[in-house]
Each structure stands twice: as C-alpha cells, then as structure tokens.
C-alpha cells in the first residue's frame, strides 16, 4: 500500500501571552512559520498577542 499523502493545512491553537488561558484555533498552511498575532482577549478586555502553541501546549 501507497503512504497517506499529509494535508497541505494544519489546525494550530493560538494561546493568549496574558495568559489568561483563553485560545484561538485556526488553520494555516503546513509549510508556513508559526503564527503570531494581535487578537482581542474578552477575559483582560485587550488586544493582547497570540502565539502559536507547539504539541506540548506551550508557545513557541
């Protein structure tokens, strides 16, 4: 049998640098470098930075 082909986007979870333990989920291309954004935070009311969290939970 032929290996599965991988897909060409990944589901990555975006954690909150307030660390107030609110995430986002979003999808992005598997080739491109982690993402990192200024999101709205509802728990501190801010827009706060979002950073990618690596498979152990923890942002890169």
Known sequence: ???KAKS???AVRLISM???GYF???I???THRPLSMLKYDP???KRVLFLEAT???RAK
């Open 1 to 3: 049998m032929a290996k």
């Open 8 to 10: 060409r986007t990944v």
């Open 18 to 20: 307030a660390l107030t």
């Open 24 to 26: 986002r989920t979003m």
């Open 28 to 30: 992005r291309p598997r």
């Open 43 to 45: 728990v501190v009311k």
């Open 55 to 57: 498979k152990g939970g």
